[in-house]
């Protein structure tokens, strides 16, 4: 990267801390009245003002650092090619191997400690690995926490992967056990013209006397509420034979495929629809208070309807970034035709089309029913935290399992959900249209 590239990232992150700053100094200033934040106008265009312009300078950061990528990339030496990594052979090419999770097991040093050993110690063995699926265009072996093994043969490919609800998320993570934040709950703007001058009553027009007074301006209110959002565990566990750890490529397969995955579609179940109502359960965005409802009309297509949804998050200020739907509404959504049967949505059908309908990304899931559907700002009106990353624990001291030579692998993840600004999301309800 260029000097002057570093000193603009330079540059850019103090001015992001200065932002930062400003934007806790504002909300230092909060009044608390019976449980409640009562924020005036000045207060509160002067907050949206601090987290908007910190936000502008964060988008520009992640631009700077991905032009960092871009040429780090491009100065790399070609390697083997495609072909050549998948079947072990050398040949030239730029092709750039992509780690999977279970590629990563099998490379920790915890693992190549048990294998170096034959695995005739106990096997416990713990790998922490990174949660969530990005595709990096740094040369050289790269990580991709992905289903099953994947080649790069370019960018193309890299968006064909499969999305879980958190790659609609900036990534963050956090040290705490709880988080503490504010929701707002309620917004009264009285915002409106101010004459100069007032009568003595501060009301009728002025009379020119001594006792007119000047115009007062009306006074707004923001209520915001305090809200703890607890850091939950997804776990879970399955048994295999201990010859499993010699057999790396099935172990890999058995890590990706089951361990992992089936921790990311229960993630994506809990982020909708977790009840958390135990204070150890993060609240799905189904069950969180003051997000938006909207039910299509019959007269318009499934396309039309999710449009629609958008202008309620929109007329609330906030600008829809992503959507959830099911896989078989993403296909009703895909395959809609006008009135000439041209296709309304799929417009690039061709391999590595982005899954994107109205400017907005799009994550199909089973997690979401078939009757419904929810889009909103992800990111700036909720945002995941993780605690602690994706990590897969195996042991051979659980039950009877030493006498059946069998493995117990427990995989796991820590993570909060804060939803701050609920009615920057809509949960809208399909109408089949006639």
């Excluded at 100065?75 to 050398?90: L, W």
């Excluded at 009728?204 to 006792?211: E, K, L, N, V």
Aim: overall charge negative.
């Amino acid at each position: 990267m260029a000097p002057t590239d570093k000193s603009l990232l330079r540059n850019l992150k103090q001015q992001l801390n200065e932002k930062s700053a400003e934007a806790e100094r504002i909300a230092g200033t909060f009044k608390e009245e019976n449980g409640a934040f009562v924020v005036s106008t000045e207060q509160r265009n002067a907050y949206v003002k601090a987290v908007k312009d910190a936000q502008e300078i964060k988008s520009l950061i992640e631009a700077a650092s991905g032009a960092q990528e871009l040429g780090q990339y491009l100065d790399a030496p070609e390697g083997k090619s495609a072909a050549g990594q998948y079947y072990g052979g050398s040949g030239s090419g730029s092709g750039t191997e992509i780690k999977t999770l279970g590629d990563m097991f099998v490379a920790s040093d915890a693992y190549q400690a048990a294998a170096a050993a034959q695995f005739k110690d106990r096997p416990f063995i713990r790998a922490e690995i990174e949660g969530k699926s990005i595709f990096s265009l740094s040369a050289g072996t790269q990580t991709h926490p992905s289903l099953g093994g994947v080649q790069d043969l370019g960018i193309t490919d890299a968006q064909r992967r499969k999305w879980h609800i958190r790659d609609l998320f900036p990534k963050a993570t956090t040290k705490n056990a709880i988080l503490q934040g504010i929701r707002e709950t309620g917004w009264v703007n009285n915002a409106a013209q101010v004459p100069e001058r007032r009568a003595a009553d501060g009301v009728s027009s002025p009379t020119g006397a001594d006792s007119d007074v000047f115009g007062k301006a009306p006074r707004s209110k923001l209520t915001l509420q305090p809200v703890s959002f607890p850091v939950a565990e997804i776990a879970h566990m399955l048994d295999g034979h201990k010859n499993i750890l010699s057999d790396e490529p099935r172990l890999k397969q058995f890590i990706n495929s089951r361990l992992i995955e089936g921790i990311k579609f229960a993630e994506d179940y809990d982020l909708l629809h977790s009840v958390g109502n135990d204070g150890q359960s993060i609240t799905g965005l189904f069950n969180t208070p003051g997000v938006q409802q909207y039910t299509g009309q019959n007269t318009d297509k499934f396309s039309i309807q999710m449009r629609r949804a958008m202008t309620k998050a929109l007329l609330a200020e906030y600008e829809p970034t992503g959507v959830v739907l099911s896989p078989s509404m993403w296909e009703q959504v895909e395959v809609e035709t006008d009135d000439t049967g041209a296709f309304r949505v799929a417009l690039q059908v061709a391999v590595g089309a982005q899954k994107k309908v109205w400017r907005i990304n799009v994550v199909e899931t089973t997690a979401m029913p078939d009757e419904k559907y929810v889009l909103g700002s992800f990111g700036m009106g909720a945002q995941i935290y993780d605690r602690e990353n994706v990590s897969v624990t195996v042991s051979s001291e659980n039950s009877d399992n030493f006498e059946r030579g069998v493995l117990t692998f427990r995989a796991d993840e820590r993570l909060a959900l804060e939803v701050s600004r609920p009615e920057s999301f809509v949960i809208g309800t399909w109408t089949d249209p006639v």
